[in-house]
T-cell receptor, first 113, second 116 residues
Framework: NAGVMQNPRHLVRRRGQEARLRCSPMKGHSHVYWYRQLPEEGLKFMVYLQKENIIDESGMPKERFSAEFPKEGPSILRIQQVVRGDSAAYFC???????????FGPGTRLTVT | AQSVTQPDIHITVSEGASLELRCNYSYGATPYLFWYVQSPGQGLQLLLKYFSGDTLVQGIKGFEAEFKRSQSSFNLRKPSVHWSDAAEYFCAVDTGPGGGADGLTFGKGTHLIIQP
């Protein structure tokens, strides 16, 4: 049973470009969470999605960031017009309906040059 | 709003010695509590969790944690550490209602260094 998959593992973007991060949850999991880990800080919750629905986006920056979890395919975290401050590790987690445990992927390390 | 405090940024322990990592939370009720471990360049692995019942919970890799309501604490312990335990440890809480998971609130982590 494969774990949570994230790709790419490393992503380099120039300022002003778009970054698209993908997350495939564990088999049987229909809930996806995105977190950001900035240097010297812990993980911060960004957004919680179920298939085709955003449940909680209280941690998402109001501009440039968006997330989706379509009926088919992986969840996507999209960052438009990236800035140097967006450089961080972005982790996705998934959970099964009715459970509290979240299982994390290996992360995507975004570097903005 | 809830918060999680891990007072120790770095801890150094000799191999074979015992370990205790501290975690305190701030929340009006008892949250769902978790400890995760992160090795360099890797994702997070769930070590153990507390939801209710017995306040001493066992996890993977020989770790255990004790929930103390009076102190709002959930400290992680291991009787004898191994060099492979060197990693970053995160305490986290889920304060959402219901049986499903909500966004976790994490502490800033404790970096564990093992001395030979």
């Amino acid at each position: 049973n494969a774990g949570v998959m994230q790709n790419p593992r490393h992503l380099v973007r120039r300022r002003g470009q778009e970054a698209r991060l993908r997350c495939s949850p564990m088999k049987g999991h229909s809930h996806v969470y995105w977190y950001r880990q900035l240097p010297e800080e812990g993980l911060k919750f960004m957004v919680y999605l179920q298939k085709e629905n955003i449940i909680d986006e209280s941690g998402m920056p109001k501009e440039r960031f968006s997330a989706e979890f379509p009926k088919e395919g992986p969840s996507i975290l999209r960052i438009q017009q990236v800035v140097r401050g967006d450089s961080a590790a972005y982790f996705c987690a998934s959970s099964r309906t009715g459970t509290k445990e979240q299982y994390f992927g290996p992360g995507t390390r975004l570097t903005v040059t | 709003a809830q918060s999680v405090t891990q007072p120790d940024i770095h801890i150094t322990v000799s191999e074979g010695a015992s370990l205790e990592l501290r975690c305190n939370y701030s929340y009006g009720a008892t949250p769902y509590l978790f400890w995760y471990v992160q090795s360099p360049g890797q994702g997070l692995q769930l070590l153990l969790k507390y939801f209710s019942g017995d306040t001493l919970v066992q996890g993977i890799k020989g770790f255990e944690a004790e929930f103390k309501r009076s102190q709002s604490s959930f400290n992680l312990r291991k009787p004898s550490v191994h060099w492979s335990d060197a990693a970053e440890y995160f305490c986290a809480v889920d304060t959402g209602p219901g049986g499903g998971a909500d966004g976790l609130t994490f502490g800033k982590g404790t970096h564990l260094i093992i001395q030979p």
